[in-house]
């Protein structure tokens, strides 16, 4: 017998002296081979997220616009000369050097950045309404891993379709970047979902720290809505120390396959560097600019479905409890669209009720009001100053990647920069956001330096020179280690114990679907003015619009708002309750 069949032997004996809280629940204690394929997922679609997302795709989008557009000030003219001589060059304007072009699309003629700009808000404002369409997929019923597996299989697909779309089908393009960043988005909230049980079942869980009774019990399986008067019976926190030990190793855990992703993710930028120099040596790409970013594209989603493969075979499914009721279907033909539309219609009442209670928590809700904006602002600094890199300051390919690569490796640096500096100045975790905010409106602020006469004679100094946007992109990093590492630091004290997947669920839609408006509002900016610097003024205003709610934010008061609303639910029955009941 080999030891991996005895440690699954193992596990299934120690799995069945547990009761099973619904059928089929598997109580198996968690191996180092399900977090090994737990992740794999991360290291598997973080690179799609940080290397097509947020690299290479905006990129791609107005470089297939362009190599179809016209010039502004001449519609007869193409952007782009990629005639038989095999020279590539802009198609010269002596009005304006940075040769403004326009493309129609959808019978609407808008510039190519704006293009670009569009395609992103209407790519995040599907997935934040898929989010909520499928979000009891995440904790119910047998579909949690099947439905993993199929968005990843579509997301990688999608990247690699990429390949085939050239400048003569760029409209294809807006369609397949929509499928890639919902296909992404959505998997990651299933791959978070099978972090609660990988903490239940955790081994420090079943062998002496709990009974066996509670071993499963301490993390509750929710939709976006918590509790309902049909759902299970309401789960009670018997250990007060428990939520604490478990927050713990799930950041641990998720700590973990945060930087696997991101050293997955600069591994990969470091290849894509290597295959924009070696496209550059030839021909080809001076005939197809687009050609080699699509090939990236291709490599991402290649990567994105080989290293989904260890999660496909190691990643228990865990099946979650069953739906609180879902009568007889009237016909076997239809039963599986019947399924469908009842997870569909408990998923968006169920997220309903969630943001009626968030509502009711005042301190709860003006954190939520303050994330959607920051948020907002900071996904919008963030592809404004890729597109502002490309066509302002006239950057490749090859400098964009080094610029990606160079706010990755400070955001890691700023991840952990931040506690030291907390611990040093004895800030709270409000007060390091609030230094995040204020770090962040520098970059607006910095960009409109250009427009000052003093500066603007001097030809540097206000993102007038390509070299500039690399201190930015330190600056931009650091901080965005801070935002990534202290916003849920922030929120989780404000969550009613027992409710923490529901209230991380409203988290990440708030979070996914505030980034639809900035980049939309950027490209009417674009779109009105011809160019980008004015965005820098409405950036300006977002980045700082949530810092007077973060100042009047009172987490204690929001703490026992919380921790009120759990009591009268009937949950947390901790210390506080217990007291009370004395």
């Known amino acids: 017998m080999s030891f991996s069949d005895e440690e699954d032997m193992n596990d299934a004996e120690r799995a069945h002296k547990l009761q099973p809280n619904y059928p089929d629940e598997d109580l198996s204690p968690t191996t180092n081979r399900e977090l090994k394929g737990w992740y794999a997922y991360t290291v598997a679609a973080e690179v799609f997220a940080v290397v097509a997302v947020g690299a290479f795709l905006p990129v791609l ?9 016209v010039l502004v000030s001449d519609h007869s003219k193409p952007c782009v000369d990629t005639s038989s001589s095999g020279r590539n060059r802009r198609a010269e304007d002596t009005q304006q050097e940075s040769a403004e072009c326009m493309v129609t699309y959808l019978g609407r003629p808008m510039s190519t950045t704006s293009f670009a700009m569009y395609t992103v808000s209407t790519a995040v404002l599907a ?29 990688s697909i999608t990247s690699c379709l990429f390949i085939f779309v050239s400048p003569s089908v760029y409209y294809l393009a807006p369609t397949l970047a929509c499928i890639g960043i919902t296909s992404l988005g959505c998997s990651f909230v299933l791959l978070n979902a099978f972090l609660p049980l990988l903490v239940a079942n955790h081994p420090d869980h079943i062998t002496g720290k709990t009974s066996s009774s509670e071993s499963s019990s301490h993390v509750e399986l929710e939709a976006l809505n918590p509790h309902s008067a ?23 855990i998720s700590s973990k396959g945060v930087g696997y992703g991101y050293i997955a993710a600069v591994f990969v930028l470091v290849l894509s560097i290597m295959v924009l120099y070696l496209f550059g040596k030839t021909s080809i790409a001076k005939s197809n600019p687009s ?4 090939v990236i594209l291709f490599m991402v989603g290649l990567w994105w479905a080989v290293f989904t493969i260890p999660t496909f075979l190691w990643l228990r499914p865990r099946p979650g409890p069953p739906l609180p009721t879902q009568r007889s279907v009237p016909s076997q033909r239809f039963s599986g669209l019947y399924t469908f539309l009842f997870y569909t219609s408990f998923s968006l009442r169920s997220f309903w009720r969630t943001l009626r209670r968030a509502t009711s928590l005042r301190q709860t809700f003006l954190f939520l009001v303050s994330w959607f904006l920051l948020s907002d602002a900071v996904a919008t600094i963030s592809g404004t100053a890729v597109l502002f890199a490309r066509t302002e300051l006239h950057m490749g390919t090859i400098a964009i ?36 905010v ?8 910095y960009g409109l330096l250009g427009y000052i006469p003093l500066f603007r004679n001097l030809g540097f100094i206000g993102l007038q020179k390509a070299w500039e946007i690399y201190p930015i992109a330190v600056l931009h990093g650091i901080i ?24 991380f669920a409203l988290y990440a839609v708030t979070d996914k679907g505030s980034s639809a408006f900035g980049p939309a509002l950027v490209g009417w900016i ?3 003015t011809g160019t980008i610097r004015p965005a820098f003024i409405f950036l300006a205003v977002l980045v700082v619009l949530p810092a007077p709610l973060l100042w009047a934010l009172d987490v204690e008061k929001g703490r026992d708002d919380a921790r009120a609303m759990a009591e009268g639910d009937g949950r947390g029955r901790g210390k506080y309750e217990r007291v009370r009941d004395e």
Not at 438 to 445: F, H, K, Q, R
């Open 291 to 294: 050609l080699p970013i699509r």
């Open 401 to 436: 990647a080094l610029l990606s690569l160079t706010s990755i490796g400070s955001g890691i640096v700023g991840a952990f920069a931040w506690p030291r500096v907390q611990r040093h100045f004895s800030l709270q975790p409000k007060t390091v956001l609030l230094c995040c």
């Open 230 to 252: 049909n759902g299970p019976t309401p789960i009670h926190r018997s250990d007060p120390q428990k939520l604490t030990r478990d927050l713990e190793r799930s950041a641990t």
């Open 61 to 69: 989008l107005e470089q297939l616009a362009r190599e179809s557009g």
């Open 480 to 503: 965005m280690g801070g935002i990534s590492s202290y916003a849920r630091s922030v929120y989780a004290p404000l969550i009613p114990e027992g409710s923490e997947a529901a209230f």
């Open 526 to 528: 674009v779109d009105q």
């Open 127 to 155: 997935q934040a309404m898929i989010l909520v369409c499928i979000s009891s997929f995440a904790d119910y019923g047998p579909y949690r891993k099947k439905l993993l597996m199929v968005l990843a299989k579509l997301g």
């Open 438 to 445: 204020a770090g962040m409106e520098i970059i607006p602020l």
